[in-house]
């Protein structure tokens, strides 16, 4: 059976490569699921339909940084044995059993069907849709990875899902206020942050009873949310007030809200948690902000600022910039907060960099693609096509796989980020895919 012999020989090799132990810091940043862009409607000329008294907002996103048992059981066994053999006789390090990449689950909102959508990050197969309720918008996963919250994003019935990810069910859904556009989750995994758009309030939600605590009132149109390592400030980015909200998470106490520049979207925090990063859409700027005295420093000029994602090492915020069908990323030194020139990329719809650091990876929803950008020189890499209109993207912990949603196809398309090269797209099963979250 040479043939037999031969493949066995290639998948145990494969699987020897695929089982290289993860970095400790890039484990640890795989706890960060806060970053969840979606589909730029405005740019793609569609609208949502707003609930009795919602403003519309300039860019207004849905935000939305994620296997056959029986007869797999013996071949992966066989190539499990023979990896630790091919490991051994090629100088790398054999792990046990499977290795990592075969237990991560990435989960999709489906927000035309009220459906998620769990896919096998190991067959890229997916699972049965999980009903989750009206317009599921964005994601988190606890760092334990055993619960995903999906915010459902309705004015009516704002609502968050859990999903047990053991089993693929959904809990009772938890009252939340309305339309609930973002949510985030403490480090230490016990609280469940949730910025309710069009009540100007944020839920905390304790993991370990799924209950909402009251409503922490923060300023207009709550639309995005991070939250620092440490876990002890949550900052909220309120759209139609020009200001963030910073929460102390050990009281649920607001603090006095920081001004920012108009319209202000997206947020990321540096690693080292000294800095917030603010998207202002509506003035053109990024906005730092100091942690340690809540100060905002002079804002940085960037053009319509959409999307925002910082590097591992915290040197480099990359800021999408967007404006009608056109667009670029402009790359920020953290140590100076100066911009560099700009990137040609197209409309960027979202930003995700890979745990390693050394490449951004751009969703750009007009031109159909996905385009690598090296960290290293800032050089855009020739486009990743694959149709319809991508938008969010999230990045295996491993750093070998890039997920995609692409909106228009009902689709979620894998990108192998070694080669840059598309594989073949995997059908959700539900409607209108807009936000990923993978299991850590």
């Known amino acids: ?36 862009r979606g589909i730029n409607f405005w740019a793609l000329g569609r609208a949502r339909t707003p609930g009795p008294g919602t403003q519309a907002k300039p860019g207004r996103r849905w935000p939305g940084w994620v296997a056959p048992l029986a007869a797999a059981a013996a071949v992966i066994a066989v190539v499990a044995g023979t990896a ?89 859904p938890i009252k939340t206020g309305r339309t609930p556009a973002a949510l ?69 106490k607001a603090l006095p809200p920081i001004t920012t520049g108009s319209h202000p979207d997206a947020i990321a925090i540096t690693p080292d948690g000294k800095t917030a990063y603010v998207a202002n859409l509506g003035s053109g700027t990024v906005t730092p902000i100091q942690t340690a005295t809540n100060k905002a420093l002079p804002p940085i000029t960037t053009g319509s600022a959409v999307e925002i994602a910082i590097t591992p090492d915290g040197k480099t915020a990359y800021v999408g910039n967007g404006s009608g069908v056109s667009g670029t990323v402009i790359p920020i030194r953290t140590a100076t907060n100066k911009a560099l020139p700009p990137i040609t990329t197209g409309y960027p719809n979202a930003i995700a960099i890979t745990p390693d650091g050394k490449t951004a990876y751009v969703a750009s929803g007009p031109s159909g693609a996905v385009i690598p950008i090296r960290t290293a020189t800032n050089k855009a890499l020739p486009q990743i096509k694959i149709g319809g209109s991508p938008g969010y993207i999230a990045i295996t912990p491993d750093g070998r796989t890039a997920y995609v949603a ?35």
Do not use: C, W
Request: proline fraction near 9%; aromatic fraction near 4%; charge should be positive.
């Open 84 to 172: 630790a053999v091919s490991g051994a006789i090629h100088g790398r390090r054999a792990a046990g059993g499977v290795g990592k990449a075969h237990r991560f689950t990435a989960y999709v909102a489906n927000a035309g069907s009220g459906t998620v959508t769990p896919i096998r990050t190991a067959t890229n197969k997916a699972l049965p849709p999980i009903n989750a309720g009206d317009n599921p918008d964005t994601l988190a996963i606890t760092p334990d990875g055993k619960t995903a919250y999906v915010a459902n994003y309705d004015y009516h019935h704002g609502t968050v899902t859990p999903i047990r990810t053991a089993t693929n069910t959904a809990l009772p």
């Open 1 to 36: 059976m040479p043939d037999l012999n031969d493949e066995l020989r290639r998948l145990a090799d494969e699987a020897a490569r695929q089982a290289r132990p993860l970095a400790v810091a890039d484990v640890i940043r795989q706890g960060d699921r806060r970053h969840r």
């Open 406 to 440: 692409n909106f228009l196809k009902n689709t979620v398309i894998p990108i192998r980020i070694a080669t840059d090269t598309a594989r073949p797209p995997i059908t959700t099963g539900g409607f209108q895919p807009v936000a990923i979250v993978i299991t850590p």
């Open 184 to 252: 985030v989750i403490t480090p230490d995994g016990k609280t469940v942050y949730v910025a309710n758009f069009d009540s100007g309030t944020v839920t905390p939600i304790q993991t370990a009873t799924n209950k909402a605590l009251p409503p922490i009132k923060t300023g207009t149109h709550p639309v995005e949310i991070a939250i620092t390592p440490d876990g002890k400030t949550v900052y909220v980015t309120n759209n139609g007030s020009g200001t963030v909200t910073p929460i102390q998470t050990a009281t649920n």
